[in-house]
T-cell receptor, first 109, second 115 residues
Framework: DAKTTQPTSMDCAEGRAANLPCNHS???????VYWYRQIHSQGPQYIIHGLKNNETNEMASLIITEDRKSSTLILPHATLRDTAVYYC??????????FGGGTRLMVKP | EAGVTQFPSHSVIEKGQTVTLRCDPI?????LYWYRRVMGKEIKFLLHFVKESKQDESGMPNNRFLAERTGGTYSTLKVQPAELEDSGVYFC?????????????FGSGTRLTVV
């Protein structure tokens, strides 16, 4: 499995954009980049995924560099409810997810 | 659609006892996964069912853990006998089929405490 590097923690002001980076330099050609988050005491929640094109859904945007060695998850207008641990996970469809330490995002009023 | 349901939400048992956790995946989801997080550690994969068959059980820690998936529907994870180090949160997730390039849906987890 590709290894990932994410900041341990980040702060963001409520209403501002939260940009969460992830390095996945060993990602293989057929692995997607998935982002999940875990809000305290809940199960992990799928956010978004992409292969090489940028993606956007109702929750977030995902920017993947052209060489696919890194990506950035963007929460355009962070709210207090976005406080969570965010995980970047390279994965082939159907395979097990390998969670790392993730980034603890704290959204502050 | 209904989400992934796990019960009980909490379980406190004594060392040496048996506990059975249950997971009801989203209807029609062939893939079912078990994960767990022990205190202070990262979330770790336990095993993967495709319908009623075990596709990958490489993450099962030892033979005290037994997982089943009756008829390819709900799944149970039995710990017998439970040890202190089994304490943690056990998550179940499901997805529609192999090659399904969308995220997994996780349940809220079962918090197991072995005392």
């Amino acid at each position: 499995d590709a290894k990932t590097t994410q900041p341990t923690s980040m702060d963001c002001a409520e209403g501002r954009a939260a940009n969460l980076p992830c390095n996945h330099s060993t990602i293989s050609g057929n692995e997607y980049v998935y982002w999940y988050r875990q809000i305290h005491s809940q199960g992990p929640q799928y956010i978004i995924h992409g292969l090489k094109n940028n993606e956007t859904n109702e929750m977030a945007s995902l920017i993947i560099t052209e060489d696919r060695k890194s990506s950035t998850l963007i929460l355009p207008h962070a709210t207090l409810r976005d406080t969570a641990v965010y995980y970047c996970i390279p994965n082939n469809a159907g395979n097990m997810l390998t969670f790392g330490g993730g980034t603890r995002l704290m959204v502050k009023p | 659609e209904a989400g992934v349901t796990q019960f009980p939400s909490h379980s406190v048992i004594e060392k040496g006892q048996t506990v059975t956790l249950r997971c009801d995946p989203i209807s029609g989801h062939d893939n079912l996964y078990w994960y767990r997080r022990v205190m202070g550690k990262e979330i770790k994969f336990l095993l993967h069912f495709v319908k009623e068959s075990k596709q990958d059980e490489s993450g099962m820690p030892n033979n005290r853990f037994l997982a089943e998936r009756t008829g390819g529907t709900y799944s149970t994870l039995k710990v017998q006998p439970a040890e202190l180090e089994d304490s943690g949160v056990y998550f179940c997730a499901s997805s529609r089929k192999i090659g399904w390039n969308y995220g997994y849906t996780f349940g809220s987890g079962t918090r197991l405490t072995v005392v």
